[in-house]
């Protein structure tokens, strides 16, 4: 009986450990590389005029022409291909490159 009560004494001692201090922190979250070259090309044959590209980008790289999108802000592009995604047409790609130099 002696024992068992010792096991669970140790068990208890043990969840009761104190914390590390400092606490372990998770590693950061690794940064969104930002593409040294961006290149937005628009078919401008099958591009409908829908916006819809435009709507999803967060930056106003794109805007609407004469009823066609069209590039207006190139470096403010980061490359996250939602515009891409978006399109209804496939008349939108986005393409980068990667300075590796830079990691
Ligand atoms: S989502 Fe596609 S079809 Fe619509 S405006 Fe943009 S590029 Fe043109
Ligand atoms: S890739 Fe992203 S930031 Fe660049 S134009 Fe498309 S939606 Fe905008």
Redesign the pocket.
Known sequence: METIKKLFQDEDEDNNAPLPNPLPQPDPQPSTPTPSF?F?SITTSICIGCSV?IN???????SLSEEKAE?VD?G?????????D?CPTGA?N?YTVIDLEDY
């Open positions: 961006v937005i590209c999803e980008c967060n930056y106003n790289v794109l590039v190139r403010a592009c980061n490359a996250c291909g939602k515009c891409e978006a939108i986005v």
